[in-house]
């Protein structure tokens, strides 16, 4: 690999670093309990307004307030035949002004496509040609780390990062099943390290009401590719599921909750801020993310650092927001450090908010096997292996999506 690719991997590898005082004992769980997800709803319409104080509550102490729709403009480019005939493929750059960012969403659909295509839409790790070995994407910067300085810079990324991510995007499978899949690299909306504000799309936003995090404005990023996707005539934009791994994972969630119409949610090991129970003090604590990571949220979030018991919300809150759509949260057994009992806890509690609407939540407290996903209108599984995303993981969303939109 190229000094670029190796740097590029470097970074990731020290954002996941787990601190070795970190507790993964069961036995450990301090005894809990969980401010209550419906408080006073008890049908569609009074959920409604609970959704909404619960949504003031993630504005205010979690992900920050971000703002509206803004006017984006859109250009195409790279259209054409991809991945031997198996797909169609187009480049959509966003721009935000002159001088603000400009995200590129790189779109495959399957070829010979009758009628609109219901998409997966992501966000990736790395610049948008990870995703596919494609001679027809035009190669990027990356964002990478000099080791000495510690300041980042964008370098040309190298030929040999083209397609390194394939097998967690797994487009044969989705091109293969009927489904599209759009990918940005989330750098581009934002860059993934502190201080990099000044960088992305929030710079472009410095009113003082707007106290958003990277993670906010990743999912605000996000909402801006779907005002384009509902004007594509070859996009289903009634079926678009968002879908985030890790960090991205917390911002697939957060992005469901702020932007009904992504009709799917998808959140793969998202962990603390995400999926998984706070106050269980597995694995990774609140803590941890506000001291290594304090460009994800708002400010106030650091509030509850050592204190997740005097949370007004957990992540069943956060679960909920996408009800009554589709929801998928997976875990991994070897990823301890995200919690997957907790993740599953999670969605439990969540489920409480599908069945006061008419779905059927995860119908159980019992933690599934390996490899035995549970998928109703809520849906759940863990796996054998570690925190990342897999061939298996992508199996069971298709699944899912063709039941829940069949």
């Known amino acids: 690999m190229k000094r670029a690719a190796v740097l590029f991997l470097g970074m990731a590898a020290a954002l996941s670093a787990q601190p070795p005082t970190a507790n993964y004992d069961e036995s450990k769980v301090p005894a809990y309990t969980l ?4 408080g006073k709803a008890h049908d569609a319409k009074s959920w409604n307004a ?4 619960i949504l003031e509550l993630y504005r205010n102490d979690v992900f920050g307030r971000a703002p509206g729709k803004v006017a984006v403009q859109y250009k195409v480019s790279a259209e054409g035949s991809a991945l031997d005939g198996k797909a169609t493929r187009k480049i959509v750059t966003m721009s935000f002004g002159d001088t603000g960012p400009k995200p590129r969403m790189l779109m495959y659909l399957p070829a010979g496509a009758t009628k609109p295509v219901r998409l997966f839409l992501g966000l990736s790790f790395g610049p948008v040609q990870i995703v596919a070995n494609d001679p027809g994407v035009p190669l990027t910067d990356s964002w990478v780390r000099d080791p000495k300085t510690k300041e980042y810079t964008k370098q040309p990324s190298p030929e040999a990062s083209r397609g390194r991510s394939a097998s967690a995007w797994q487009v044969d499978k989705i091109l293969a099943a009927g489904y599209g899949l759009a990918v940005i690299d989330y750098n581009d909306f934002e860059p993934d390290f502190d201080g990099a504000r000044k960088y992305g799309i929030r710079a472009l936003f410095p009113d003082e009401k707007y106290t958003w995090g990277a993670i906010g404005a990743w999912a605000w ?6 005002d384009y996707l509902v004007t594509d005539p070859k996009v289903d934009a ?4 968002v879908f985030g791994h890790s960090r991205l994972g917390k911002t697939a969630l957060w992005a469901g909750a702020e932007d009904t119409r992504f009709a799917l949610v998808i959140s793969n090991e998202s962990g603390e801020g995400g999926a998984a129970i706070s106050r269980r003090d597995i694995g990774e604590r609140t803590k941890d993310l506000n001291t290594r990571f304090p460009h ?3 400010a106030n979030f650091s509030k509850y ?3 997740e018991d005097t949370m007004p919300f957990d992540s069943h809150f956060l679960i909920a927001l996408s009800a009554p759509r589709p929801l998928y949260v997976a875990s991994a057994e070897g990823d301890q450090w995200s919690d997957p009992r907790g993740e599953f806890l999670g969605v439990v509690n969540a489920s409480r908010v599908y069945e006061l609407l008419g779905k059927k939540g995860i119908g159980t407290d019992k933690m599934p096997g390996l490899h035995e996903p ?12 570690k925190h990342e995303v897999t061939a298996y993981d992508w199996e069971q969303y298709l699944k899912f999506a063709d039941q829940e939109w069949r």
């Open 35 to 38: 401010p209550d997800v419906l």
């Open 50 to 53: 609970r959704r909404q104080q």
């Open 221 to 226: 990023g996000l909402s801006r590719a779907m």
């Open 238 to 241: 009634k079926h678009v599921a």
């Open 296 to 298: 994800w949220f708002c």
């Open 305 to 307: 650092n050592d204190k």
């Open 374 to 385: 549970i998928q109703h209108d809520v849906a759940y599984h863990i796996r054998a292996g």
